[in-house]
């Protein structure tokens, strides 16, 4: 599975920004997709995962009610909703592919990573 990410950009707080993750390849499906984060001088972290029908998702705390992840089967797209974004949220963005059951938190758990799309988010 290839991975592209986009949609990153500069937003004022507050404002939003949509993230896309097209994959290529026919077993999409198969996949639950993940959204990781890593600002400057820190760790990726987990953002939000999507299991593989859609049907479940989980967040990290840190973007609970803020960040919505959907996907598009049909289209082989997973999409990133942020909300009322705040300087923190300032990362380059990565989608991911994991081929197990549920929502994967863990980096270990996903096998395929897009090349990461910058956001920054000015105070």
């Known amino acids: 599975v290839q991975l592209q990410a986009s949609g990153g950009g500069l937003v004022q707080a507050g404002g939003s920004l949509r993230l896309s993750c097209a994959a290529s390849?026919?077993?999409?499906?198969?996949?639950?997709m993940g959204w990781f984060r890593q600002a400057p001088g820190k760790e990726r972290e987990f953002v939000a995962a999507i299991s593989w029908s859609g049907g479940s998702t989980y967040y990290a705390d840190s973007v609970k009610g803020r960040f919505t992840i959907s996907r598009d089967n049909a289209k082989n797209t997973v999409f990133l909703q942020m909300n009322s974004l705040k300087p923190e949220d300032t990362a380059v963005y990565y989608c991911?592919?994991?081929?197990?059951?549920?929502?994967?938190?863990?980096?270990?758990?996903?096998?395929?990573w897009g090349q990461g799309t910058l956001v920054t988010v000015s105070s």
């Open positions: 991911a592919a994991a081929a197990v059951p549920g929502n994967p938190t863990y980096l270990y758990e996903y096998a395929y």
């Open positions: 390849g026919r077993t999409f499906s198969s996949y639950a």
